[in-house]
């Protein structure tokens, strides 16, 4: 169940959670290999197994995230070509509605991702999610991803948010795993984060599009239930 007035803070991450995760999947998985293996004009399978085993070494860590980082190791610009395929960043279903309908409640809404401020900054160009938002965080900021805790401790004495009255929905389960410990008391996950692959999460609540949770209108019930489907 989630009850609306248990929740004064409201934590969300982007990719996945607010945008469709398909840009970055493609991106990483399809894109970059395709432009790298033109770019160092090599076969696409040894581009596209240079690239995994790269990418495999620094899963979960800052540098994961790094665009900088990318585009020093491989020697290209990460961010024009994360541009020439902008077209394809899109908002998940629902997500324009309630963030207005949170907004409308007075919660305190926070975007905090791990995504670099140059793929961060092109996202809210394209989509400008940040216009309901009253802070944007990226975890490059505290130089900790949200998998650590070290990310969760600097975020609380920055904002001074109450653990236990704030909700946080992500995509990740590692990350969710490092909320929990943190004590972000109300944890949510999103069952398909990339609109063209199938997926399905166990342990912790898990919704497939934000109108499961919808806040009602001011001066509705605020008690909903999150659907676990």
Request: hydrophobic residues 40%; contains cysteine.
């Amino acid at each position: 169940m989630i009850n609306w007035q248990d929740i004064d803070t409201v934590l969300l991450d982007m990719d996945g959670t607010l945008l469709d995760l398909h840009f970055d999947n493609y991106f990483w998985l399809d894109y970059l290999p395709q432009r790298y293996a033109e770019i160092r004009q090599l076969d696409l399978r040894v581009a596209r197994e240079q690239l995994e085993n790269h990418i495999r070494d620094h899963e979960g860590t800052l540098k994961w995230y790094c665009l900088e980082f990318w585009s020093d190791a491989l020697q290209v610009d990460i961010r024009s070509l994360k541009t020439e395929i902008k077209h394809k960043i899109r908002m998940r279903p629902h997500v324009e509605e309630f963030l207005t309908r949170l907004r409308q409640h007075s919660k305190k809404l926070l975007l905090v991702t791990n995504a670099h401020p140059q793929s961060l900054s092109l996202k809210l160009e394209v989509t400008a999610i940040d216009r309901w938002l009253d802070i944007v965080i990226s975890s490059h900021e505290f130089q900790h991803p949200k998998e650590n805790q070290e990310f969760w401790q600097l975020l609380q004495a920055r904002e001074k948010f109450d653990p236990a009255r704030t909700l946080f929905v992500d995509d990740t389960v590692r990350i969710l795993d490092s909320a929990r410990q943190f004590g972000i008391g109300h944890l949510l996950c999103i069952h398909q984060p990339d609109s063209q692959k199938e997926r399905r999460i166990e342990g912790y609540p898990a919704i497939h599009h934000f109108d499961e949770i919808m806040p009602p209108p001011p001066g509705g019930s605020a008690l909903l239930e999150a659907k676990v489907l």
